[in-house]
């Protein structure tokens, strides 16, 4: 299975800040790379497809690059209702694995 | 409008056996792959099944083959998660969850509101 590793775990912000959150594939995954929100006590919400694509509706403060092993999410501009939980999926193969999760925290 | 809602979840006791359904509305069903996806209190998210829009291919979660079985029902646009000999550690929110693809890569797009599962004695 593919393992994918997202750094940090954690990360305390605050709103105006731009921040990156990192995620990184056992292997070579091309651009499968997908990007999720979630709140507690909510399902996950899809935000980025194809490493760099932006769902319909998303913001456009998030972004997402890379392919191969390395990825990040970036918001640009924090806002209140972007502190949240983040995980990364890759789709290259199946289990469709997730990483742990970045919890991201107002500082 | 897509709805996926889940249902038949509750508390049962080691090595019991519970059935999760997942009604599907707002798109053609049988055109739809589809997943269950579990979150553990205060853990991530793992995937644990998939099934295929025919309903003849299914894969399976390491931690969980043998155990569950994936089926669905196109004509009643609903997805089933029948779980066996559950363990404490399959305590969890289930979400049904719709996968989409384009660009030659796949993602969930719609998720259930989740169901939770609780393995204790």
């Known amino acids: 299975d593919i393992q994918m590793t997202q750094s940090p775990s954690a990360l305390s912000a605050s709103v105006g800040d731009r921040v990156t959150i990192t995620c990184r594939a056992s292997q070579s995954i091309s651009s499968s790379l997908n990007w999720y929100q979630q709140k507690p006590g909510k399902a996950p919400k899809f935000l980025i497809y194809?490493?760099?694509s932006l769902q319909s509706g998303v913001p456009s403060r998030f972004s997402g690059s890379g392919s191969g092993t390395d990825f990040t999410l970036t918001i640009s501009s924090l806002q209140p209702e972007d502190f949240a939980t983040y995980y990364c999926q890759q789709s290259y193969n199946t289990p469709y694995t997730f990483g742990q999760g970045t919890k991201l925290e107002i500082k | 409008e897509v709805q996926l809602v889940e249902s038949g979840g509750g508390l049962v006791q080691p090595g019991g056996s519970l059935r999760l359904s997942c009604a599907a509305s707002g798109f053609t069903f049988s055109s739809y792959e589809m997943n269950w996806v579990r979150q553990a209190p205060g853990k991530g998210l793992e995937w644990v099944s998939y099934?295929?829009?025919?309903?003849?291919?299914?894969y399976y979660a390491d931690s969980v083959k043998g155990r569950f079985t994936i089926s669905r029902d196109n004509a009643k646009n609903s997805l089933y998660l029948q779980m066996n000999s559950l363990r404490v550690e399959d305590t969890a929110v289930y979400y049904c969850?719709?996968?989409?693809?384009?660009?030659?890569?796949?993602?969930?797009?719609?998720w259930g509101q989740g169901i939770l599962v609780t393995v204790s004695s």
């Open positions: 194809a490493a760099t």
């Open positions: 969850a719709r996968p989409n693809c384009t660009k030659g890569v796949c993602f969930f797009d719609y």
């Open positions: 099934i295929g829009s025919g309903g003849t291919t299914m």
